[in-house]
């Protein structure tokens, strides 16, 4: 992601430093910069989904889930276990438009949220390298369309949206490439890519493998100073959600941040609905 900066010394020297100082950059290509939850001891690490589903999500959707990037990949020979342990748990929350984070869990939410575009929204919170809190919003103003009212279009949205809150990436963008049958990829048919893959659970493992964490971890993994105001906000509205870092397909998915400085973030993944 750096190649096109390395005739710059000053940029080189930042890289490598960036390198030293964050392996996983350079390992793991499809997490979000290395981006994970902290924990006290060796993975598999804890993440507390919250089920405020409700509707045609409460059906089972969010268990299943959970149970498979809980399960790993599963292979006779080379089998890799998985770095997470999501749990689900009920939901509390009466708002499940505004849907707002809690420290230490992942609020999964859906309702009616309009014709503003999206069909499905992940946010982390971030300080220094660590995942504080996340939230997942399904929109059923398109779920409830026929094209997007399907088993396999909602366990992918879901899984994908779910995965980005454990520090995953998307594997492919491009919707018209053959499926890689995991739920990170783009596709214009999901049927294939409702589920993780050994490709995911390869890089939660990397992401994960130098848990734990212990007490020791300094600012550069906390963040630093005073936890900015804006990281106890709902960045609900587009305005909100910062920079636009990364766009695909014309457009149909795309990644924001919004920087509070000291190492305090909050990432946006869009799916767009077309
Ligand atoms: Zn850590
Ligand atoms: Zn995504």
Request: glycine share 10%; with cysteine.
């Amino acid at each position: 992601m750096f190649s096109a900066c390395f005739r710059y010394p000053a940029v080189l020297f930042l890289t490598s430093l960036i390198y030293v100082l964050v392996p996983s950059l350079a390992s793991a290509s499809h997490s979000w910069g290395g981006y994970h939850w902290s924990s006290d001891t060796v993975p598999p690490v804890i993440i507390r989904l919250m089920d405020n589903l409700a509707g045609d999500w409460n059906t089972g959707y969010l268990n299943p889930v959970a149970t498979a990037w809980e399960a790993g990949y599963k292979d006779q020979t080379n089998p890799i276990p998985s770095a997470v342990k999501p749990t689900v748990e009920g939901g509390t929350l009466s708002n499940v438009r505004k849907c707002s984070a809690i420290t230490g869990t992942v609020q999964v939410c859906n309702t009616t949220y309009g014709k503003n575009g999206w069909l499905g929204v992940a946010q982390i919170w971030i300080s220094g390298g660590h995942i504080t809190k996340g939230s997942v919003k399904l929109n059923d103003t398109y779920f409830n369309t026929a094209k997007y009212n399907t088993t396999a279009w909602r366990i992918l949205v879901l899984c994908q949206e779910v995965g980005h809150t454990f520090g995953l990436d998307h594997q492919n963008e491009n919707f018209s490439d053959p499926n890689l049958e995991t739920c990170m990829d783009y596709t214009n048919n999901p049927e294939s890519n409702q589920w993780p893959n050994k490709h995911d659970f390869e890089q939660l493992r990397d992401i994960y493998a130098h848990l734990p964490d212990g007490s020791t971890s300094s600012t550069s993994s906390t963040g630093s100073g005073k936890m900015p105001p804006g990281m106890f906000r709902d960045l609900h509205e587009p305005s909100e959600w910062g920079k636009l870092i990364r766009e695909s397909q014309g457009g149909r998915t795309a990644v924001y941040e919004r920087d509070f400085g000291g190492g305090h973030k909050v990432f946006t993944f869009v799916i767009w609905a077309r």
